[in-house]
């Protein structure tokens, strides 16, 4: 069974600049055999409370997965799962971690390397109790309370990032104080990719979420909505992130 945890603390709006979902899976009747985490402008930090496979190796108990481009899969190693994802902007790791964030890009780490000790107690506390409305607060309080250290920097960057997953093809205006490759090299540094690399990651994640939610979604549509300037760039690009062409994405699809 696959759900999402619903954001609840009062500060939300603050919360959803920097956690974008919470993702359970859970044994059901149906056992989750694999569960793919596609190419995303998301990173992940990942609770696995049974023994779960990552990329085919056991997991540590919270992994951290940095943005990426490539596929990793997650499979249980046994009969049940019990695994909370929490896609969220990597500046979230910029708060904690002295590391820049590139440095998280295509890398999956334990998330003590980047939390320290208070990532455990989550942990602990989740595996602790089954009740949804109880790990919704664990994990709203553990983020709020981790967002009280974000600069003001990280926070410019962190609403520039949700623009641009909201529109990839965000034109940006700059005034004569900051040079457009300057800021890029300060958005690898928080968000752990230069603004380019960041609109590629979303425009794929926009075109896939499109394919998913749409019964017969139209590829040529899919594309134009999600920034691709032609149709020829918008399947060589979700080919080449996916492995899939996009018509066998989602549903069957119509161009």
């Known amino acids: 069974m696959q759900y999402h945890y619903e954001i609840n603390t009062p500060e939300k709006d603050v919360l959803l600049l920097y956690i974008h979902q919470y993702i359970h899976f859970s044994s059901s009747s149906e056992r989750i055999v694999k569960k793919n985490l596609w190419p995303s402008a998301n990173a992940s930090l990942i609770f696995n409370f049974k023994k779960t496979k990552l990329n085919n190796k056991l997991s540590p108990v919270v992994t951290i997965v940095g943005l990426h481009d490539t596929i990793h899969t997650i499979q249980p190693?046994?009969?049940?799962i019990d695994t909370i994802?929490?896609?969220?902007?990597?500046?979230?790791?910029?708060?904690?971690?002295t590391?820049?964030?590139s440095f998280l890009t295509n890398t999956i780490i334990d998330a003590k390397d980047v939390f320290g000790e208070s990532v455990d107690s989550l942990a602990t506390a989740l595996?602790?109790?089954?009740?949804?409305k109880e790990r919704q607060n664990l994990l709203d309080t553990f983020f709020i309370g981790l967002l009280n250290?974000?600069?003001?920097q990280i926070s410019c960057f962190a609403k520039l990032a949700?623009?641009?997953?909201?529109d990839p093809e965000y034109k940006i205006t700059l005034g004569t104080e900051?040079?457009?490759?300057?800021l890029s090299r300060m958005f690898k540094q928080i968000i752990g990719v230069n603004i380019q690399t960041y609109k590629r990651l979303a425009r794929f994640e926009l075109a896939r979420?499109?394919?998913i939610k749409e019964t017969t979604p139209s590829l040529t549509d899919v594309g134009y909505q999600s920034g691709y300037y032609d149709q020829a760039h918008f399947a060589k690009e979700f080919k080449k992130l996916s492995g899939l062409r996009a018509k066998y994405f989602g549903p069957l699809c119509s161009i």
């Open 178 to 182: 900051i040079s457009y490759r300057h």
């Open 149 to 152: 250290n974000t600069t003001e």
């Open 162 to 166: 949700a623009t641009i997953q909201a």
């Open 127 to 132: 595996q602790l109790t089954k009740n949804t």
């Open 99 to 101: 590391t820049q964030t």
């Open 77 to 80: 190693d046994e009969n049940d």
């Open 209 to 211: 979420q499109l394919i």
């Open 85 to 97: 994802i929490v896609h969220c902007c990597p500046s979230v790791f910029s708060v904690f971690n």
